[in-house]
């Protein structure tokens, strides 16, 4: 009797699913042409850490509508060293067993599988993402004969228009780094990689090590052998344990130069915060306010921070997090700074004049000023004192080693 398919039922209960799916942390992309469909994290998921059964799950999950079959299984989206360490719920400390070491390629994943009598290429959110596109065309071109229908096979994309940090110049490549059995289990790497020879190359793997040493390789921008290694040579790890649990490594340098090249600035983040935080007003004035357009508030769909944390990786999430929460305290700050600066001038409310004179003496005129006659006439001051803890600099947000 052949063996069954997992399904989509039986791997996420549904009820999760559908809960996943309503509160935006996993979005459902369905095939242009077949009964099929794609489920990933979202943004959303990632930025607010919400990691749970369903949410690592998605990560370019692709079932059939009509059977609930699973036809694509990538594995549970895995995490940093450094969060399991922290104590992070999603991350519970790392088992104390043996582990293998994978150098961590530096491309876009593809999920391969068989369908309808073709072999076929998902990225993670998408079936036609141009990186889906580039991949199937290699795929097509390649001799699949030895690989198993049923299996899902796990590469990573590498073209020069794909490059992200590290380097690979002219290589055009699949990386087969992972393959997983029609009921969730994983294959073992030299097995799957007896298939894959007529379509690409099969990703590294290092001598075993301790953790220890691993980590001190991170630090100092080493790969075993002690050769040194920059952000654009190497990504750094990826560590299997004996149990199939993985995590990451990062070479420190990798991490600063991703930073670097990322491009996005404090400015960025308080102008995509405010169009969020202020998403109730008219566009037109948080547009004014904000030194943006109603066109670029309108086409992100008033949600432009969660399309700028699509240009950074999830290490920076946490620099995010701190810019905003520093962003809301000086708002705070202000706010309190009227409130106080108004108490003392109320009095003469019935008196623009003399209002405005009082206002003219206060200690910290010029910052209280703009919200002083708003707070007369009653109307709400937090839009302009928004406006008053833009961030100067606009420079790429700073190296920061630590993340």
Not at 85 to 90: D, K, L, S, T
Not at 107 to 125: Q, T
Request: one cysteine or more; hydrophobic letters at 40%; a negative charge.
């Amino acid at each position: 009797m052949s063996q069954a398919y997992l399904t989509l039922h039986e791997l996420l209960p549904p009820e999760e699913l559908a809960s996943a799916l309503d509160a935006g942390h996993v979005t459902r992309k369905s095939h242009p042409e077949l009964p099929l469909s794609l489920y990933t994290y979202t943004r959303r998921c990632q930025y607010e850490r919400v990691w749970n059964q369903v949410t690592t799950r998605c990560r370019g999950l692709v079932a059939d509508d009509v059977t609930g079959e699973i036809v694509a299984l990538p594995l549970p989206k895995f995490f940093n060293v450094g969060e399991h360490e922290a104590g992070q719920p999603y991350a519970p400390a790392l088992p104390d067993e043996p582990f293998e070491v994978y150098d961590k390629v530096d491309g876009s994943l593809a999920v391969i599988f068989h369908y309808a009598g073709r072999w076929r290429v998902a990225s993670k959110g998408s079936f036609i993402s141009t990186q889906a596109t580039w991949a199937q065309r290699l795929l097509d071109g390649r001799d699949t004969s030895a690989l198993v229908p049923g299996v899902t096979y796990l590469a990573e994309i590498l073209y020069p228009q794909n490059r992200i940090v590290v380097d690979y110049g002219d290589r055009r490549d699949l990386v087969l780094f992972a393959a997983l059995g029609m009921d969730g289990r994983e294959i073992p790497l030299a097995e799957a990689a007896a298939g894959w020879k007529g379509i690409g190359s099969v990703v590294t793997v290092w001598p075993a090590m301790p953790l220890d040493e691993l980590l001190g390789l991170t630090e100092s921008n080493q790969l075993p052998g002690g050769r040194t290694a920059t952000g654009t040579d190497a990504e750094g790890f990826v560590l299997r344990f004996a149990s199939g649990i993985r995590a990451k490594a990062k070479l420190s340098e990798y991490i600063r130069l991703h930073k670097v090249l990322t491009g996005v600035t404090e400015r960025d983040i308080w102008r995509s915060h405010g169009i969020q935080r202020f998403a109730g007003l008219p566009a037109k004035q948080v547009a004014q306010a904000l030194g943006s357009s109603v066109a670029d508030i309108e086409s992100s769909g008033g949600r432009p921070l969660d399309a700028l944390l699509e240009q950074v990786p999830d290490e920076f999430d946490v620099w995010v997090r701190e810019v905003i929460t520093r962003i809301e305290k000086g708002v705070a700050d202000r706010e309190r700074a009227i409130d106080e600066a108004f108490r003392s001038v109320a009095h003469l409310a019935a008196d623009r004049g003399a209002f405005a004179r009082a206002v003219q003496a206060l200690p910290d005129a010029a910052a209280v000023r703009p919200a002083m006659f708003q707070r007369l006439d009653g109307r709400p001051t937090e839009l302009t004192t928004y406006r008053s803890v833009r961030p100067e600099a606009a420079d790429p947000f700073k190296t920061d080693e630590e993340n």
